[in-house]
């Protein structure tokens, strides 16, 4: 299912030649036919269902690992064994402008990978309040999922990075990835088309890092300390070098 309006239209417009209208003036046409093609909206945090065939990944693997009435966690396999391996420094920041509307908080949890120098997405909550309570009970959750896909040692300590810790350095590697959510969404999403474009980005990342591990796009780097090296990964979002 392509959601994107521009693909959309350059694909019709192809077809229809000289006679297809300007972009500009179907693009919300095209946007509400897009979005006729998802489930019917979720209105409130109680209507979100238990089970759904949107909560598996592109690889039939469960994506949604918890609900409460305060809070729904989304994390794969592949984003619990990021987490569980990559713990040393764990990135947290929520974002409101990507919240569906019956919403508190859209909030993410992303790893540096230092040999890659890169930062992947390890988990997405949706929260209905800013409860210390629901943030306790999502932590302890995505750490009991991620303890799973640990063959030796359970995960004790994880140095998490929150707001503008270590000179700011958290609140711009988490906003790289949240300024890229808004660019998707213009506007609060429906639920089923941000769990779907979710799930589009989680098998990007999946696929970036099995490239990666199978030596395609490894390069020689130099040995950096941890600090140095989130600097120099911030450095390279600026300027736009690095999407995932």
């Known amino acids: 299912m392509d959601i994107k309006p521009k693909h959309i239209f350059n694909a019709v417009s192809q077809e229809m030649g000289l006679i297809c209208p300007e972009y ?4 919300s046409q095209i946007i509400r036919n897009i979005n006729k093609q ?22 039939n693997e469960n994506f949604m690992i ?19 391996n990559y713990h040393k420094n764990i990135f947290a920041d929520g974002t409101f402008y990507t919240a569906p509307k019956f919403s508190y908080q859209l909030f993410i949890t992303r790893t540096y990978v230092g040999e890659f120098n890169m930062l992947y997405t ?39 990075h929150c707001d503008f810790e ?22 609060k999403p429906l639920f089923y088309k941000l769990i779907y474009i979710l799930k589009e980005e989680e098998n990007l990342s999946y696929n970036d890092y099995q490239r990666r591990t199978k030596g395609n796009w ?27």
């Open 66 to 84: 918890f609900k409460n009435t305060d809070l729904i966690i989304f994390q794969s396999p592949f984003q619990a064994y990021l987490f569980s």
């Open 218 to 244: 490894k390069k020689k780097q130099k040995i950096f300390s941890a600090t140095d090296e989130i600097k120099i990964l911030i450095e390279n979002y600026k300027n736009k070098r690095y999407y995932n």
């Open 38 to 59: 998802f489930p019917p909206n979720i209105k409130g945090f109680d209507d979100i269902p238990i089970e759904s065939e949107y909560y598996k990944t592109k690889r």
């Open 24 to 27: 500009s003036t179907i693009r």
């Open 122 to 160: 390890t988990s997405i909550s949706i929260l209905k309040n800013k409860k210390q309570s629901t943030y306790e009970t999502l932590f302890k959750e995505i750490k009991k999922n991620a303890n799973k896909f640990r063959s030796n040692t359970l995960i004790t300590t994880i140095n998490f």
């Open 166 to 187: 270590q000179e700011h350095l958290t609140n711009n590697a988490s906003e790289s990835y949240n300024s890229y959510l808004n660019n998707i969404f213009p506007n």
